[in-house]
């Protein structure tokens, strides 16, 4: 189990227009009734891969000089440049994304958003080999009572609907009242507003809302959990196994490591 971490500032959250990940420059990403072929690939926009992401969720995506950035999007940016590709992002919500409906609607290639692989994912989603180990984690104010997630029962817990951080409170602490908001960034408002207690969520997420000391982490929960990038069930054998070329020769050649190293540390 991975235990690198990094602290980073929480992104501003942004609108739902997409924004090119590659130069300085914005690009809106095809809609499905456009399609494009590259080596084969039959892609939504010619000439890019386009990646569907629920921004902010840093350090995998979030916004910073008007470029998305992160860790999923610096690893997306790569493999599009490996594929020959321009990079498009497409902002949408992070429910239609595990689901499928997204990519099902045609409105991306691939997503890229902290997906956690899951048997019930693989059912509706094709993924790339796995790409990060992630923690769960409590989140709480400084000053809080609550050192771990038995002392949650009774208390008002904040999720993101749809994830698997959810999935665990429910199995995990069947009596805290659990609040299930849209993102992170509605999640930490409501703790910062005292309408929660604690967020139970992804660790780096978590770690990246402790840097002005006023929350800290109650505690760190393994469950073995492995992100993917996600692409369709059906039809997308030849994207999978371009993005899992892609994969490997970053780890390969250690742009991965340097990647990882730039938003995770010791």
Known sequence: MLSK???LLAALAVGTLALSACGGGSDDAGSG????????????SEGSLTVCSDIPYPPFEYEENGEYT?????LMREIATGMGLELAVQDVGFDGLQSGAVLGAGQCDIGASAVTITEERQANLAFSDPYYDSLQSVLVPADS???SIEDL??????????????????QNAPEAELVQYPSDAEMYAAIQAGNVDALLQDLPVNLGHTEDGAFTIAEELPTDEQYGFIMSKEGSEELVTAVNEQLTALRDDGTYQDIYDTYFSE
Not at 70 to 74: I, T
């Open 33 to 44: 009734s456009a399609s494009g072929e590259a080596g084969g690939l039959s892609l939504v």
């Open 70 to 74: 992160g860790f999923d999007m610096d």
């Open 153 to 170: 029962a009774g208390k008002k817990v904040g999720v993101q609907q749809g994830t698997t951080g959810a999935l665990y409170a429910e």
């Open 5 to 7: 971490n990094h602290a």
């Open 145 to 147: 009572d609550i050192a």
